[in-house]
């Protein structure tokens, strides 16, 4: 089987003690490929790699690192067809998902902050025929990225691109669930032959990769995204370091739909922010509320909809779910559809396993599910499932569902569907969320404050906010 290497300092090399777990295809159940269990020794080794090349790479021109990343984003279209195949197979979506979002983002990123960084100025503040006040914006030096499965490329070069733009040396750990497509991007600083030392890429599980990369002393900032209990225990390990910390966290996102909205597009959209990616992706509505003026025609035609919706091996061209990441996410989804029984729910589409034919019989695929008569504070509406699973719940005034939808404890997204502006407006502004779509989801622009509130996370990714976090402003006064 396919060992994945580490790749620190220029090349490819074994971890350190020579131990390896299994990769698993989540379509078909069964080990693939061999993930390196890297330790703290190997961790340290990318660390020291990182530090030694910070001084040429921060003392590059902006033009020059900008080419660099662009190279790395030409180096992954290069490899587009096997971006697409790899990061399908490791996470179980489906191929035309991979082809159409994940990896053209991930080729986006790049160029977006290779472009972006040349645009990138700090400021002055000048005190009227006293003296000027000018901010130098310096990198920190090593930094540690730590990137989840849903998204795998996708949200791990979203992290690493920003950095290595503004001059830091990046240690990074891809999810141990979907490491390949990070493995691949090994291969393309090869092709390019990237500068050794600057991105340094070291596989394996959180506890311990992941951990090492958290309490090193040298590590100056640690950009996280995953679950809200991870986020809890790297926050409690770096802030005492006084460590930069930004952190992209779980969520349970209100999808709110008003009667006056429009029906046809409403209801095309929110098939897709409920299961697109199998529905795990965190932005994903997993709270549905519909006003009570269309809410029996919504519920009747978007369960037709989802009850014929394919869900099939990822290679499938007609697939419109794939597998779920893992078993034990499979079986934690299915644990939650029980425990919406138990609290009363009625199960209205999906609710089960969905076996496929051989050889995709051991694959993990759940049926698109969608729950009715639930109360809103329930475990299933207030705890994150991250799968194919949604809840739809009725309501009749704007204050009702503004209580429902911010009883949480998270805070990421919220998509309000309506055509009355000022109620737009009132409640985009009420709802407790870092990002708000109105009539619309999922529409992303770079440029734009990414990220969470509550249990949602601290801070914000994205354009001029990333790049203020890898860097560390320092103001200089001159007196006139
Ligand atoms: P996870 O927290 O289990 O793992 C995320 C990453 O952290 C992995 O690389 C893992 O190895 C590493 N890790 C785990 N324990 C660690 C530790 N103690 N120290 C250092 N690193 C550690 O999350 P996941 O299951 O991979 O991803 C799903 C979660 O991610 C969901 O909660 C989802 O909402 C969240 N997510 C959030 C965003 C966002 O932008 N807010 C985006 C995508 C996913």
Do not use: N, S, V
């Given at each position: 089987m396919e060992k994945i290497q580490n790749y620190i300092n220029g090349k490819f090399v074994a971890p350190k003690a020579g131990n390896y777990f299994d990769n698993i295809e989540p379509s078909k159940g069964v080990a693939y490929s061999l993930i390196p269990d890297s330790q703290t020794e190997d961790v340290e080794a990318a660390i020291a790699a990182a530090q030694a090349a910070f001084p040429s790479w921060s003392g590059l021109s902006i033009e020059e690192r900008g080419d660099w990343m662009m190279k790395l984003s030409e180096g992954i279209a290069a490899r587009m067809t096997e971006f697409v195949e790899a990061e399908s197979r490791d996470n179980g979506k489906p191929i035309k998902l991979a082809e159409h979002v994940d990896i053209p983002r991930a080729i986006s990123n790049f160029k977006f902050f290779a472009t972006g960084v040349q645009h990138y100025a700090s400021e002055s503040h000048e005190m009227v025929g006293v003296g000027i006040n000018y901010t130098l914006r310096k990198p920190l030096g090593v930094v540690g990225c730590i990137s989840p499965w849903n998204l795998p490329l996708y949200l791990f070069s979203w992290k690493i691109a920003p950095a290595m733009a503004t001059g830091n040396c990046v240690v990074a750990k891809p999810s141990e669930v979907t490491p390949y497509t990070a493995y691949l991007l090994c291969k393309v600083m090869e092709d390019i032959n990237f500068?050794?030392?600057v991105l340094n890429i070291v596989h394996g599980y959180g506890h311990t990769a992941g951990d090492a990369i958290v309490r090193h002393e040298l590590t100056k900032a640690i950009s996280f995204t995953g679950g809200t209990t991870t986020g809890q225990t790297i926050a409690k390990i770096a802030a005492p370091m006084f460590k930069k910390l930004s952190l992209e966290l779980g969520g349970k996102n209100p999808n709110i739909i008003f009667d006056d909205c429009d029906f046809d597009e409403m209801l095309s959209t929110t098939i897709r922010s409920s299961f697109a990616n199998q529905g795990q992706i965190?932005?994903?509505?997993s709270r549905i509320f519909v006003q009570k003026g269309i809410y029996d025609r919504f519920k009747t035609e978007f369960v037709a909809k989802i009850k014929n919706a394919k869900v099939s091996y990822?290679?499938?061209?007609?697939?419109?779910l794939g597998a779920v990441v893992s078993k034990s996410h499979m079986e934690k989804v299915l644990s939650y559809i029980e425990l919406a029984k138990d609290e009363g729910g009625t199960i209205l589409a999906g609710g089960h396993q969905v076996k496929l034919e051989a050889?995709?019989?051991?694959g993990f695929y759940i049926a698109p599910t969608i729950i009715e008569g639930?109360?809103?504070?329930c475990r299933t509406n207030q705890?994150?499932?991250?799968?194919p699973v949604v809840t739809i719940t009725p309501f009749e005034t704007e204050e009702e569902v503004l209580m429902m939808a911010n009883s949480t404890q998270y805070g990421l997204s919220a998509t309000i569907w309506t055509n009355d502006l000022k109620r737009a407006h009132r409640m985009a502004n009420d709802i407790e969320a870092g990002i708000v779509w109105i009539n619309a989801w999922l529409v992303r622009d770079l440029r734009t404050p990414f990220g969470g509130t509550k249990s949602s996370g601290v801070g914000r990714e994205g354009g001029w906010e990333a790049m203020k976090f890898f860097t560390e402003p320092k103001n200089v006064f001159v007196k006139y």
């Open positions: 500068p050794k030392g965190c932005l994903c509505g990822p290679t499938d061209p007609k697939a419109q050889p995709y019989d051991q639930l109360k809103f504070d705890e994150e499932i991250f799968g």
